[in-house]
């Protein structure tokens, strides 16, 4: 079983850019498709980007297109989540999440997540 780390949220402003970090410890990363997800207050978590066991392929939510990019290093068992252009409707506790075998934007197909880490964008 693999057990995952959230890291790098904070405050920024409007148009800035904030670097997520996810490190997995248990199990090597590379047996996992991975996915970022998010929450904001009173609304349900949301998918923001999927990525495969390789890095080869990747996958958005429309809300993010452009502006995020999802990336990942089996090497040092960790997945990233660069965010630019950041919004005020960005705000949300960000989630790291795995599963076995293909990537996936459905949250009840991920058994594993990390605890969340907060970002925040002031407008």
């Known amino acids: 079983q693999v057990q995952l780390v959230e890291s790098g949220g904070g405050l920024v402003q409007a148009g800035g850019s904030l670097r997520l970090s996810c490190a997995a410890s248990g199990r090597p990363l590379g047996s996992y498709s991975l996915g970022w997800f998010r929450q904001a207050p009173g609304k349900e978590r949301e998918f923001v980007a999927t990525i495969s066991w390789s890095g080869g392929s990747t996958y958005y939510a429309d809300s993010v297109k452009g502006r995020f990019t999802i990336s990942r290093d089996n090497a040092k068992n960790t997945m990233y989540l660069q965010m630019n252009s950041l919004k005020p409707e960005d705000t949300a506790v960000y989630y790291c999440?795995?599963?076995?075998?293909?990537?996936?934007?459905?949250?009840?197909?991920?058994?594993?997540w990390g605890q969340g880490t907060q970002v925040t964008v002031s407008s």
């Open positions: 999440a795995g599963k076995i075998l293909g990537m996936s934007d459905r949250l009840y197909d991920y058994p594993y």
